[in-house]
């Protein structure tokens, strides 16, 4: 995989990275988002903040670091309207929960050719241009 290639992350990737639930988990992350041209979407924001403010117990100056954090080390899509629509149609195409065909609509705006996910289908083709990989195996 080249460094210049995007990849777009899942959620669940950049809860690894900055919490210790599992450390090897973490640094492979991390190691992925020093070398690598990462993308994320707004909704990771969201999603990720839930989950460090309700499971980890993170304060929300914390949080908000960790959101600081996340924005300078990835590049940022942003959700759009355009972006839910094509979510609806990923959804009734692949079966995939609203949530996670935001994630890939997100991707597919990004012009990602790889998303990152341990959650959705490893080696899936998405729209003949996305290809979910779990990077953990």
């Known amino acids: 995989m ?12 950049l809860i690894y990275a900055h919490t210790n639930a599992d450390v090897l988990k973490q640094q492979k992350v991390q190691t992925i988002i020093v070398h690598q041209n990462t993308v994320i979407s707004t909704q990771v924001f969201k999603e990720a903040a839930n989950v460090f403010s309700k499971k980890f117990k993170f304060g929300w100056p914390d949080i908000q670091l960790v959101i600081k954090e996340m924005r300078e080390n990835n590049e940022v899509q942003t959700n759009t309207v355009s972006t839910v629509n094509q979510a609806c149609q990923i959804a009734d195409r692949y079966s995939y929960s609203f949530y996670d065909s ?5 991707a597919l705006e990004a012009e990602c050719p790889v998303l990152f996910s341990e959650d959705l289908q490893h080696g899936q083709l998405i ?3 996305l290809t979910i990989k779990n990077p953990f195996i």
Request: no cysteine.
């Open 2 to 13: 080249s460094d210049s290639q995007k990849i777009f992350l899942d959620t669940n990737l």
């Open 102 to 106: 935001l994630i890939l609509a997100a």
């Open 127 to 129: 729209e003949q241009a």
